[in-house]
């Protein structure tokens, strides 16, 4: 089954590419590897939430946040190949705005890896880092950026 099928079984829609906050591509192609810039919780142009995590906001919310910023890396990806070519995710970062003491870092960043997992099944599963920061853009909770490997064919 295609990555857009089963994103259509789940009932979710790619939204538009995240229009970038600088000088930076959303996604960038080199050889067989997409990379995505880091993208954060923006929901119809705009920011979902705002806050640490383990302060103002909690794990379960900052780990359904993650999985919206692994949803904006996929509208980039597909943006710039078409989401089918992917044959692999092969590496998601994570970063925790992260309230003092705060060490769950891992299971936020799980939002976006599970979501991964649901998209692209065996070929979801991923290496990965979860690094926790004092701030982050627009002061939201969390960003995801990922790297997919991808055919040879381009297709919008």
């Known amino acids: 089954m295609s990555a857009r099928q089963r994103l259509r079984d789940l009932g979710i829609e790619l939204p538009g590419v995240v229009r970038p906050a600088g000088a930076y591509l959303p996604a960038v192609r080199t050889g ?39 949803l904006n890396a996929l509208a980039a ?17 994570g970063f925790v705005a992260s309230a003092p003491g705060f060490g769950g870092q891992p299971k936020v960043v799980d939002g976006a890896s599970a979501f991964l997992g649901e998209v692209f099944g065996d070929d979801g ?27 040879g064919e381009v297709a919008g």
């Open 32 to 70: 067989s590897l997409v990379y995505t810039a880091g993208q954060v919780p923006i929901v119809d142009g705009k920011v979902a939430a705002t806050g640490k995590v383990g302060g103002d906001v909690s794990v379960e919310e900052a780990a359904d946040l993650a999985r919206i910023c692994a």
């Open 125 to 151: 599963r991923h290496a990965r880092s979860a690094v926790g920061v004092a701030e982050l853009p627009l002061n939201v909770p969390v960003e995801v950026e990922i790297i997919v490997e991808v055919n």
């Open 77 to 93: 990806v597909h943006d710039l190949v078409g989401i089918d070519a992917v044959t692999r995710v092969v590496k998601v970062t």
